[in-house]
């Protein structure tokens, strides 16, 4: 195994060059003795990210309509795991009024996002995507599980142009312990019909899960090579005390911004979103996630008084922050980075490489 700081510089102008890594350099990578290098692996990714995405960061709103979930994933507080958690469901006009605002905020990108909440049928799916796109003119992006594959046509159809959804792990061993009621190869064959549809499709990953590893992690980057999303969300594991995995230990910020890296130079036009759980996970953990790689942000403009109910982990960040102060929060982050925000529709341009 590599060990002083020349065989690692050696490396990182590997990993730069899209070498193929091994499992020996995978558990390097993500073990303690490659901690002193991690800053030089954040350089690489963030000057790769420079040429390849430029400078601007691509903001768009998220509205967390509703927190029921039929799913029962392992480390989630909204799934059906936790019954003390109390609910709420926006209607259409809620929905609506909420997008109008965002919009006038200068919001041209918005993400609904909520559980697998199969109240909504998709018929109101495609109403409330219509609405949004035909009175507003915003990029519609959806965040709401697993749909049969006639739906997310008809949500195309309506006008929806993203689809967000993590396969969390490409191991269907790690998926299947943590999804009970829910099957990996399923989460795939969504995500190939979200590209057969013509998405711009996003998914992603957990890190920290319990049972994963630097091999794990390495398979997880293989998948998505192939996989080749548009979009590609890290999420840290924060355990949530409410669920089956309440009392593990929590992912590491580190480990989530050497993958993070590892996106962008192994998938450099993608666009990767520094996430709010990286935040809430550290102090700076948005700030350090732009820093090697990101691109997006997505803050919260969902009412206030539903994001005490929309917690996927716990002490989430900007909970008491209206829409117009996370705006301005996160444009200030931005701009004290030298970075450039930009509140429009964001569409990637994808580059061959």
């Known amino acids: 195994m590599q060990t002083d700081g020349r065989d690692h510089e050696a490396l990182i102008a590997d990993l730069v060059k899209r070498e193929r890594i091994s499992d020996e350099t995978a558990r390097l990578i993500f073990s303690p003795a490659f901690d002193e290098f991690r800053a030089r692996l ?8 420079l040429e390849t995405v430029g400078d601007e960061v691509f903001i768009r709103g998220i509205i967390e309509f509703s927190n029921y979930c039929g799913c029962q994933c392992d480390y989630c507080g909204i799934s059906s795991h936790n019954r003390e958690l109390d609910r709420y469901r926006m209607d259409f006009d809620d929905i609506l009024e909420t997008a109008s605002h965002a919009y006038g905020l200068g919001f041209r990108s918005l993400v609904l996002q909520s ?7 998709a018929s109101d799916i495609c109403h409330i995507i219509e609405a949004i796109k035909g009175r507003l003119g915003m990029a519609v992006t959806l965040s ?3 749909w049969p ?4 046509a008809a949500f195309r159809a309506a006008g929806a142009d993203r689809y967000l959804l993590r396969i969390e792990t490409s191991s269907q061993a790690l998926f299947e312990r943590y999804h009970r009621d829910s099957k990996w190869y399923d989460r795939h064959k969504a995500l190939m019909d979200l590209k057969e549809l013509g998405y711009q499709v996003g998914s992603g990953i957990l890190v920290g899960l319990p049972g994963q590893d630097g091999p794990g992690l390495l398979r997880d980057l293989e998948y ?8 590609v969300g890290i999420g840290p594991f924060i355990p949530h005390p409410k669920t089956p995995l309440g009392n593990q230990p929590a992912g590491l910020i580190e480990h989530c911004l050497t993958f993070l890296a590892l996106l962008r130079l192994y998938l450099p036009d993608s666009y990767l979103p ?7 996970l550290a102090p700076q953990g948005r700030q350090m996630a732009l820093r090697a790689g990101a691109n997006v942000i997505m803050p919260n403009v969902s009412p206030l008084s539903n994001r005490p109910g929309y917690q996927i982990y716990p002490d989430k960040i900007g909970q008491s922050d209206d829409a ?15 970075r450039k925000p ?3 529709f964001g569409h990637i341009k994808r580059k061959i490489y």
């Not at 559980?115 to 049928?121: A, F, I, L, T």
């Not at 998505?224 to 979009?231: A, F, G, H, T, Y």
């Not at 102060?325 to 030298?338: M, N, P, S, Y």
């Open 149 to 152: 594959k006639a739906d997310y």
């Open 115 to 121: 559980g697998e909440d199969r109240s909504y049928r």
């Open 274 to 280: 520094a996430t709010t759980a990286m935040g809430t």
């Open 224 to 231: 998505l090579e192939r996989l080749r999303p548009e979009m």
């Open 42 to 49: 954040y350089e690489a990714a963030d000057k790769v990210r």
């Open 324 to 338: 117009e102060t996370c705006q301005r929060c996160i444009e200030d982050l931005v701009l004290a980075l030298g």
């Open 342 to 344: 930009n509140l429009g």
């Open 144 to 146: 709401i599980g697993e």
